[in-house]
Structure formats: C-alpha cells, structure tokens
C-alpha cells in the first residue's frame, strides 16, 4: 500500500508558473498526474516511469509542463509553467505498481492516488 500526498496548487494569472509535488511513501513503477475539471472527465496530464525516466505528456501540455523525479525521496514534481485558465482543475497524483506502455496514459494503469490538490489560473 503506497500513500501519495501532493502539494503546492494555488490561483495564479494566466501566464503565470505553479510547481506541483506529490510524496510517495513507497516505490512504484510510474507516477504521474492526472486532473479534473468541473463537469469534465478526468483527463491524463503527465507521467513518468522508474527506472529509465521515459516522460510522456498530454498534448494539451506538452511544452507547457515538464514532470520530474527524486527516486531516493520517492517524489514527483510537475512543473508548470505558461498557464492557462482552462488549467483550472484538481490534480492528481498517481502511482501503479506495474504500469506498462500501453496503460501511461490511463486511469486503470494505477494503484493508488492523492486527495488532489486545486490549481486555479484566472484569466
């Protein structure tokens, strides 16, 4: 059982920089971030895979954001910068214990989620 706990949402202008982490309390394959708009399903943001570091990302973001790790401490950030109002959502950190290729990029591919954190980006 893996417990994630993510940090540092908040409002920001458009064109501003927020930088998300997520704690691990133990090692996983992948972890990522996923986020929810209201009325919207939830919708694949970034991950990234231990070991080998392979990154993937949405297109909505891609250039946008950037994920990173500290395998030791067993955390994952989400750098975002350049952002936008249709950003606003809770985000979501995500681990799986054996994610594959084919399942990065889906919900069904991890075990154990964060409580979300909210980022708000106003026009």
């Known amino acids: 059982q893996v417990q994630l706990v993510e940090s540092g949402g908040g409002l920001v202008q458009a064109g501003g920089s927020l930088r998300l982490s997520c704690a691990a309390s133990?090692?996983?394959?992948?972890m990522g971030w996923f986020r929810r708009a209201p009325g919207k399903e939830r919708e694949f943001v970034a991950t990234?895979?231990?070991?080998?570091?392979?990154?993937y990302y949405s297109d909505s973001v891609k250039g946008r954001f950037t994920i990173s790790r500290d395998n030791a401490k067993n955390m994952v950030f989400l750098q975002m910068n350049s952002l936008k109002p249709e950003d606003t959502a809770s985000y979501y950190c995500?681990?799986?214990?054996?994610?594959?290729?084919?399942?990065?990029?889906?919900?069904?591919?991890?075990?154990?989620w964060g409580q979300g954190t909210q980022v708000t980006v106003s026009s």
């Open positions: 995500a681990a799986g214990k054996g994610t594959i290729q084919s399942s990065l990029r889906l919900a069904s591919g991890y075990d154990y």
């Open positions: 133990g090692r996983t394959r992948a």
């Open positions: 990234i895979r231990w070991p080998g570091g392979s990154a």
